[in-house]
């Protein structure tokens, strides 16, 4: 009897488990059920229309076959100083000329405000068993309204107005590259300018608000004759859009004014550039500093056209274009780059300069100062493109540009602030 009671416990206990499990395992299931339901029913997010078409461009690498051209004919975008507007033309460069030997390269570029600009280039590029380089430059600019606000730091935006400029220059320059990216060269050149009113009738000419001896060079514009040489060092991974190393250059030329020698003078430009990568250089840190130093004597000035001058998409960003011409200038620049994606990179800038009559005056204070942020669109791990938006005190600036902001740029004897 004892034994059957316990029997029927047992029983009822086995039971009592049995189903105590039966809702969780039944449960399970449902959950189970549930998540293979919703599979089912997953579809794939659709790329938005700009996604489909950057996504497009990067597969047909649309970019390399514009670069590239047909037969050395290929179209040329940008090139002209801030202020002509969208600019293009057609351009013909060889690399294969004399079995590699020889590269050319011609263009003429037009904007919808009648800039222009002619050039012509001839290299003989160094090679592993020729360690010489040779250059040959010449080039034609029109630009009939440049900006001019001016002289010194002191010079205000109210007095907005424009000067017709054109030129004509030839260039020669040879070269050594030595080991460890350091290149030395000599180079010289002759200058045909002429500066006179502005043709943009939207805004004063030059003389309406600088005339008489306010602004040097305006009411003579002598021929000049350049000799000079530079000292470069490049140990960037990448010379067309580098994300590590360092970059540094020292150039130095005189302008000998072939005219009564009154416009004579030298000209020292030193620049220093340093990238600093991390996260597998998706992210970097740029930095630049720039100093344009002028020389005379007895008395001679430098034509306001050959002036350093900053503002605009290349230096002070938050400024307009050519906003202050001095003897001396003074820029530092500072990004903070990441990658979007393949082929597109972000920034974060902050830049620094001001313009002097003496060189003892090219200290840190009384800095112009602008930030902002921009975009840099790549191909063949060279910006092609960027957009960048200005902030300072006299409001803000969005630039277009097709090139990169810290591109080295050595002196020719044509104005390279000007013709950029």
């Known amino acids: 009897m004892r034994s059957g009671i316990l029997f029927i416990l047992a029983g009822l206990l086995l039971g009592g488990d049995s189903c105590a499990q039966e809702p969780e395992t039944t449960r399970a299931a449902q959950i189970e059920a549930e998540r293979d339901r919703k599979a089912t029913e997953l579809t794939p997010d659709e790329p938005t229309r700009a996604e489909q078409v950057l996504t497009r461009i990067k597969d047909e690498k649309i ?18 100083a801030t202020g002509g507007g969208f600019a293009l033309g057609p351009e013909y460069a060889r690399e294969d000329l004399a079995h590699g030997k020889l590269q050319l390269r011609s263009a003429a570029v037009f904007s919808f405000r009648n800039f222009q600009r002619y050039d012509l280039q001839l290299t003989a590029p160094e090679t592993r068993t020729r360690p010489v380089f040779f250059q040959a430059y010449a080039a034609r600019h029109f630009y009939p309204s440049l900006q001019y606000y001016g002289q ?9 107005s424009t000067f017709l400029y054109e030129d004509v220059a030839v260039d020669g320059t040879v070269g050594w590259t030595a080991k460890k990216g350091l290149r030395l060269a000599a180079s010289g050149g002759y200058l045909k ?16 608000n ?3 001896d306010l602004t040097p060079g305006l009411n003579s514009q002598p021929d000049f004759a350049r000799a000079g040489g530079y000292v470069e060092l490049d140990r960037t991974d990448n010379r067309l859009g580098p994300r590590a190393g360092t970059y540094a250059l020292a150039n130095f030329s005189h302008m000998m004014d072939r005219n009564g020698g009154r416009f004579s003078f030298d000209r020292l430009d030193l620049e220093a550039q340093q990238y600093i990568p991390f996260f597998n250089q998706r992210r970097v840190i740029a930095l ?23 503002g605009g998409p ?13 003897d001396q200038s003074l820029v530092m620049n500072a990004e903070y780059r990441w990658e979007v994606f393949a082929g597109l990179d972000m920034a974060l800038f902050m830049d620094a300069g001001k313009v002097a009559a003496r060189r003892s005056h090219l200290d840190f204070r009384n800095l112009e100062t602008a930030a902002g942020f921009g975009l840099r669109w790549n191909a063949r ?7 960048d938006v200005g902030f300072s005190h006299e409001g803000y600036q969005v630039w277009l540009k097709f090139n990169n902001i810290f591109a080295p740029k050595l002196i020719y004897s044509s104005s390279s602030h000007i013709v950029q």
């Open 193 to 208: 300018v002429h500066a006179g009113p502005g043709l943009d009738r939207r805004f004063a000419s030059i003389e309406e």
């Open 381 to 387: 791990n060279s910006v092609f493109l960027r957009m």
């Open 288 to 310: 630049r500093g720039r100093t344009n130093m002028t020389f005379v004597r007895d008395g001679r000035q430098v034509p306001f056209y050959l002036q350093p001058i900053i």
């Open 63 to 80: 970019l390399e076959r514009i670069q590239a051209g047909y037969n050395g004919f290929r179209g040329r975008i940008g090139g002209l």
């Open 210 to 212: 600088f005339g008489g």
């Open 314 to 326: 290349d230096d002070i960003r938050g400024f307009r274009a050519f906003r202050f011409y001095g």
């Open 152 to 160: 010194g730091p002191e010079s205000e935006r109210e007095g907005r």
